[in-house]
């Protein structure tokens, strides 16, 4: 399936898939997230080839919508910002406007090679899997990566670091990962495991807190040498876990 708001970039797409793709079929065509969600349910596709920003939401909105349907994505984008958070989402192939021939060419022999190993998982159990808290009393945590998945020990944990729709995990013994998850997602899943949102930026593990700073709200120090501000709003959450008054 085609999936892209601007109709001459499926156009140029399908003719390009026709020409030197031939064994690709084009089961149907969507431009927006509302569309490509009743198509996909329709057509129940192997491969949809996907742009990022698109009317009532974006592709990866959809990927979410979807459920349990297992097929492979293509991103197709003008906006290369994005393929980070693509790569995140274990997407097959990142293609940039205006798309090469010959990556296309390879982006395809890449999804035939899991259909053919049948390697293809439905996008909202793995997205599921890649974000559940493991076993609570392991405490581990498993994160997303480019080529899986990476498993992490809460304690490893000294904070994360809001960067839009991405979040930057800070370890403290490791160089720190970026994650495509926004930091909200991780304050509902953290926040009963000693971590604490003491920022609108910032969700900190309390127990790599090594000392803190008085003020209007304050400022902690982390074990790995971080100093982040304290907003006025969290300081009493941020006393109580400390046994301490305002």
């Known amino acids: 399936m085609l999936i892209d708001d601007e109709k001459t970039s499926r156009n140029v797409l399908r003719s390009y898939l026709q020409k030197y793709c031939p064994d690709v079929e084009i089961l149907g065509e969507a431009e927006n997230v509302t569309e490509a969600i009743a198509a996909i349910k329709t057509f129940a596709p192997q491969l949809i080839f996907l742009d990022v920003e698109m009317p009532q939401g974006n592709g990866f ?13 293509i991103f197709v984008t003008a906006f290369d910002q994005y393929a980070i958070q693509a790569l995140n989402y274990s997407a097959a192939y990142y293609l940039l406007k205006p798309v090469s021939i010959d990556e296309l060419i390879q982006a395809v022999d890449k999804v035939r090679s899991s259909i053919q190993s049948q390697q293809i998982k439905p996008h909202a159990r793995v997205l599921l899997e890649n974000f559940q808290v493991l076993n609570e009393q392991q405490k581990k945590l498993v994160l997303p990566l480019m080529e899986g998945f990476e498993v992490v020990k809460l304690e490893e944990i000294v904070s994360c670091e809001a960067h839009d729709n991405f979040t930057d995990f800070h ?6 990962m970026m994650i495509c998850r926004t930091l909200k997602f991780y304050e509902e899943l953290l926040s009963q495991s000693g971590f604490l949102r003491v920022h609108k930026s910032h969700l900190v593990n309390l127990h790599h807190i090594t000392k803190y700073h008085k003020g209007k709200g304050g400022e902690v120090i982390m074990s790995d040498g971080q100093h982040i501000a304290v907003s006025a709003q969290k300081k009493e959450s941020l006393m109580s876990f400390f046994n301490l008054g305002r």
Do not use: I, S, Y
Request: net charge negative; charged share 30%; proline share 11%.
């Open 61 to 73: 909105d959809l990927l979410e919508a979807v459920g349990e349907q297992p097929f492979e994505t």
């Open 171 to 176: 370890f403290a013994n490791r160089p720190k």
